[in-house]
């Protein structure tokens, strides 16, 4: 879009073949970029574990559920 | 309907993953979080239906999906949201840091229409093959790949990134930092 833009950034050596791709393709580059970014997102929420929430409610419905079939003998 | 605890590890051990599928599709935690409480209890409700030896976050995974869909189609017709302001108010969520990193990433990803956006975070991010992403999306292959292809797409599109450097050390730089910073 705005090639001028870029003039004087620091590793603009790099980008050059970039910038020959044609447009309406995405280089392999942009490619990965965007996927680095989605998993990091994503990684993060990974990291975060299981919610004690998740836990509790299994337990929770574990504890009904031994009661039912005390319940049921 | 009984529980044996092997299900119920493998049903928890795909919480975290379920959790940022969720999160991606929504862009709000408090809701992402219910629809995998939901998932679970529809999960274990269901576990009949689920083929031993299958792959249980899969299994899931589809669940996740159609919930986030009726649930998406009900929305729908609630909110009018013509110019996105929705999916950016969707976005935010400032009290967890692992959140507001990628803000301009998520906000970019709210805006993509919900069959490219999952396709891409299934095969790009959850690490499904085409044929399991096909599997939970219901769909053929093919169209998953050029789902894929148009997300991106439209992503480099919204961001700007026209060349590696457009999204460049600064970006990732930043990103790495506050991440870095946020968990200590």
């Given at each position: 879009m705005k090639d001028d833009d870029k003039a004087g950034r620091p590793g603009q050596m790099q980008t050059e073949l970039n910038q020959r791709k044609p447009r309406g393709r995405l280089g392999r580059d942009v490619q990965s970029k965007i996927g680095q970014q989605l998993r990091a997102m994503y990684d993060g929420v990974v990291s975060e574990g299981v919610p004690d929430r998740f836990n509790e409610m299994l337990r929770q419905l574990d504890e009904k559920k031994d009661q039912n079939e005390k319940g049921a003998d | 309907m009984p529980l044996d605890a092997a299900l119920k590890d493998a049903m928890l051990a795909a919480v975290p993953s379920l959790r940022a599928f969720a999160i991606s599709l929504s862009g709000n935690v408090d809701r992402a979080d219910d629809l995998v409480q939901e998932t679970l209890l529809r999960a274990i409700a269901n576990i009949d239906s689920f083929q031993p030896g299958t792959n249980m976050s899969a299994w899931m995974f589809t669940i996740l999906r159609n919930l986030f869909r009726s649930e998406y189609r009900k929305r729908r017709r609630e909110v009018e949201d013509a110019d996105g302001s929705y999916a950016e108010s969707l976005t935010s969520h400032p009290e967890q840091s692992s959140h507001v990193e990628f803000k301009e990433f998520r906000t970019a990803l709210a805006k993509l229409p919900p069959d490219q956006r999952e396709a891409l975070i299934l095969?790009?991010?959850?690490?499904?093959?085409y044929e399991e992403a096909a599997a939970i999306c219901e769909c053929a292959v093919g169209t998953i790949k050029s789902r894929v292809n148009r997300a991106r797409t439209r992503l480099a599109d919204l961001l700007s990134i026209e060349s590696a450097e457009d999204f460049g050390p600064d970006h990732t730089t930043r990103a790495i930092l506050a991440a870095g910073g946020g968990r200590g």
């Open positions: - | 095969v790009g991010a959850s690490g499904f093959s």
